[in-house]
Structure formats: C-alpha cells, structure tokens
C-alpha cells in the first residue's frame, strides 16, 4: 500500500518531477562519463608507460638512477639472468646499457639519454617496436643503427638514412664518439620521451662506452601486476649490489596519477550528489507543504508517524532510482560505442596533451564497481536528503491541520 501511494504522489505533478528526474539523468550520465574518461586517461597512460619502458619490475646498480654514471653496471647479471629464466612469475625480460650524451646532426646539436637494447629480448619485453613511424628497426643490416623520435629528427633536421654523431662518456670516464645511422623514426603519446631518447643495439653501444659487456638496467615484466612487490622482494634479498624496484617506486608519475585518479573521481560525484540533494530537498519539501491537509488526515485517522516517515522517503528513493536508472543505462549506451571510438581531444588541445605524455584519443573504461559505487552513493543522497522533509511532517499536529 505504502508503496502504491509513494508511486502515485510522486505524478502528482508530473511537470516537477519530470524536470528533477532529467536532472537526476543528466547528473549521473555526466558523472559517469567523466569518472570513465578519467578511468580512461589513466589506464591509457599506465599501459603505455608499463608495455612501452618502465615494465613492472627494473635492477639497477644501486647509484645509477641517481647518478648514472657509466661505470655504475649491473655486477652479477649472469647470476641474475639464470634467476629470472627460472621463475616463473617472470613472463619476459631486457637487459639494457644506458648513458647520457650529445646527439650532432649537421644543423644542431641536442642532450639525449642512449639507450642500448638487446633486439629480440627488448621486442618480447615491451611494445616498443610497434611506435615505428618510418624506416627499420634496429635489426638493419647497417652498420650502428640508430632510431630517433620523429620530435628529435624535426628538431635536427634530419630523416631515415642520414648519419648522426652520438657523444658520451666511457668507463674511464674519456669522452668517446660514434657515427650512427638512422634506420627509423617512432612516436610515442610522449612528446618530451620523443625529443631526449634514442635507441641503438647494445652491442653497438658497449663496443664504444667499454669495450666489454656491460648493463646498466634489467626490465622485467611479470605474469600479473600484483606479483611485482614479490619479484622485488625475491630480488633484493637474493642479489648484492643491486637494487631492483616495482614501477610504483620508479615513476612518480604513474604513482600519482593512479593515486589522485581515484580522489578526483570522489570529488566530481560528490559534486553531482550534493546538487542531487538539494534537488531532492527542494522538491520533497514543496510536496509536504503542498500536503499538508492530507498528511494530517492520515494521522487523525490512524496512520502511524512511523508508516508517514516510511512513505516520504520511499517516494524520495523511488523518484531517484528512477531518474538515476536512466542516467546509468544512457551512460551505458554511450560508453559502448565511446568505447570502441573514442574521444578525440584533438580540438580541445590534444597536441599540448601529448607534452605530458597522454594519447589524442581516449577511450572511456568504466568498471562495474564505477556502478555499483554510484547506485549505493544515489541511494544514501536520496535517503539523506528525504530524512528532514519527512522529519517535518511527523512534527504535524493532526488536530490543527484539520481545522485549518
């Protein structure tokens, strides 16, 4: 019974419920689309970060990130190689041989960090090889291939075939040069990656910086992300002289965007709850003064203040459920085709976005939990904001309504 009145006194006036129920809509599918674009922009990012460079898990000397100097090497490699083939948490994994240097083309020169891989090993580790734009990877036939960011070669002046000069700093700490030729050009979502990193086989680069085998950074990538805390672990307790770290520890940035990413999802459906409040407020209130010589009524005949408080706030819940119902499936149905093509933030700046290294082109993600987290947070808005209107009725006093 209670519920068949709530329904009812809810269409009594159509027009204003229709109008809170559009706004209920409009809220939540603009909530929900923000906190998937958000969702997107870091899942983007976290992906490309991790299956590009960073990896889940990197060894270092225990300086060489603070001070990399050359002659900061990874001492026990082969001891750690064996170990990593062995375990089985370790899906793949690269050694590296990185320095910093100077980069001369005929116009200019430019720093750069060097980064020397191992082709095969660095091809099943990361999704590198797949930003390639122009020309070959680093298995050409030349001799010292080189792959520049397109950014980088705009800025020498220089394309696909052309030789550079890398300089740098050896282990005896003589400063030595090599002519490189470029075989390819890539791109990333990282504008300023692009203008300060080259790729060279390591090979090459030890040739020229030692003369022997040397590495500089092991990347790892496990079977699952929430194993990368245990391989580090494993790692430092059996290895001396080296320190391995987990991608949270190694980019401040990714640590901060998937910390703050989930505070600013918070603070944008705490806004939109709070208008829904006042909303819901406004709207049960004007419906209780409106009432008042019915409500009373049912008190003098016998309704409890108990079933009265019960039949104003289920109005206010099912009147919010209702709208909030349409918000999510009109959120649903925009995320599916969104999903598949994306938002293009091209016309709304998104060249600069690529100076902080986030795609053009986000693709919105929304979890079930995004659902389930907002249905909760409606209900509670809407039972919050009904307590005092409904708290106002039962301080009705039966008698005088009546003879009023």
């Given at each position: 019974m209670l519920l068949s009145i709530s329904w009812r006194n809810i269409w009594r006036h159509p027009a204003r419920s229709g109008v809170l129920m559009?706004?209920?809509?409009?809220?939540?599918?603009?909530?929900?689309?923000?906190?998937?674009?958000?969702?997107?922009?870091i899942h983007q990012r976290f992906v490309n970060m991790i299956q590009e460079e960073i990896t889940h898990v990197q060894i270092h000397h225990p300086e060489f990130l603070t001070e990399r100097e050359p002659w900061m090497y990874i001492q026990n490699k082969d001891e750690i190689f064996r170990f990593l083939e062995r375990d089985e948490r370790v899906l793949s994994w690269s050694a590296r041989t990185l320095t910093d240097g100077m980069i001369q083309s005929p116009l200019t020169t430019s720093g750069v960090q060097i980064r020397g891989v191992q082709i095969d090993r660095e091809r099943a580790t990361t999704t590198f090889h797949e930003n390639l734009t122009t020309g070959?990877?680093?298995?050409s036939e030349l001799r010292n291939p080189?792959?520049?960011?397109e950014r980088l070669a705009d800025k020498l002046n220089v394309e696909v075939g052309n030789r550079i000069v890398l300089t740098f700093q050896d282990l005896e700490n003589e400063i030595?040069?090599?002519?490189?030729?470029?075989?390819?050009?890539?791109?990333?979502?990282?504008?300023?990656?692009?203008?300060?990193?080259?790729f060279v086989r390591s090979d090459d680069l030890q040739?020229?910086?030692?003369?022997?085998?040397?590495?500089?950074?092991?990347?790892?990538?496990?079977?699952?992300?929430?194993?990368?805390?245990?391989?580090?672990?494993?790692?430092?307790y059996q290895f001396d002289q080296i320190?391995?770290?987990?991608?949270?520890e190694l980019s401040p940035e990714l640590r901060y965007i998937t910390d703050?990413?989930?505070?600013?999802?918070?603070?944008?459906?705490?806004?939109?709850?709070?208008?829904?409040?006042?909303?819901?407020?406004?709207?049960?209130?004007?419906?209780?003064?409106?009432?008042?010589?019915?409500?009373?009524?049912?008190?003098?005949?016998?309704?409890?203040?108990?079933?009265v408080f019960v039949m104003i706030m289920m109005e206010s819940v099912i009147l919010t459920m209702t709208g909030a119902g349409g918000g999510l499936l009109l959120a649903w149905l925009t995320l599916g085709y969104l999903g598949e093509k994306g938002i293009d933030m091209t016309s709304m700046g998104g060249d600069s976005m690529a100076e902080f290294g986030y795609d053009?082109?986000?693709?919105?993600?929304?979890?079930?939990?995004d659902y389930v987290t907002t249905i909760i947070l409606v209900v509670v808005t809407a039972l919050l904001a009904a307590i005092y209107p409904a708290i106002k009725a039962l301080r009705l006093n039966p008698g005088e309504v009546v003879r009023e």
């Amino acid at each position: 019974m209670l519920l068949s009145i709530s329904w009812r006194n809810i269409w009594r006036h159509p027009a204003r419920s229709g109008v809170l129920m559009m706004a209920i809509i409009a809220g939540l599918w603009a909530g929900i689309l923000v906190t998937a674009l958000t969702n997107g922009w870091i899942h983007q990012r976290f992906v490309n970060m991790i299956q590009e460079e960073i990896t889940h898990v990197q060894i270092h000397h225990p300086e060489f990130l603070t001070e990399r100097e050359p002659w900061m090497y990874i001492q026990n490699k082969d001891e750690i190689f064996r170990f990593l083939e062995r375990d089985e948490r370790v899906l793949s994994w690269s050694a590296r041989t990185l320095t910093d240097g100077m980069i001369q083309s005929p116009l200019t020169t430019s720093g750069v960090q060097i980064r020397g891989v191992q082709i095969d090993r660095e091809r099943a580790t990361t999704t590198f090889h797949e930003n390639l734009t122009t020309g070959d990877y680093l298995d050409s036939e030349l001799r010292n291939p080189v792959l520049l960011g397109e950014r980088l070669a705009d800025k020498l002046n220089v394309e696909v075939g052309n030789r550079i000069v890398l300089t740098f700093q050896d282990l005896e700490n003589e400063i030595t040069s090599g002519s490189f030729t470029i075989t390819g050009l890539f791109r990333t979502a990282s504008n300023p990656y692009d203008e300060r990193n080259v790729f060279v086989r390591s090979d090459d680069l030890q040739d020229l910086l030692a003369g022997e085998v040397v590495f500089h950074e092991i990347a790892i990538l496990v079977d699952r992300e929430e194993l990368s805390d245990s391989v580090r672990t494993d790692l430092n307790y059996q290895f001396d002289q080296i320190i391995a770290e987990t991608w949270y520890e190694l980019s401040p940035e990714l640590r901060y965007i998937t910390d703050a990413g989930g505070n600013l999802i918070v603070y944008i459906m705490a806004v939109i709850l709070l208008a829904l409040a006042f909303g819901i407020l406004n709207t049960m209130l004007m419906a209780i003064f409106e009432r008042m010589r019915e409500l009373g009524m049912l008190l003098a005949i016998g309704m409890s203040k108990l079933r009265v408080f019960v039949m104003i706030m289920m109005e206010s819940v099912i009147l919010t459920m209702t709208g909030a119902g349409g918000g999510l499936l009109l959120a649903w149905l925009t995320l599916g085709y969104l999903g598949e093509k994306g938002i293009d933030m091209t016309s709304m700046g998104g060249d600069s976005m690529a100076e902080f290294g986030y795609d053009a082109v986000v693709y919105p993600i929304a979890y079930t939990n995004d659902y389930v987290t907002t249905i909760i947070l409606v209900v509670v808005t809407a039972l919050l904001a009904a307590i005092y209107p409904a708290i106002k009725a039962l301080r009705l006093n039966p008698g005088e309504v009546v003879r009023e």
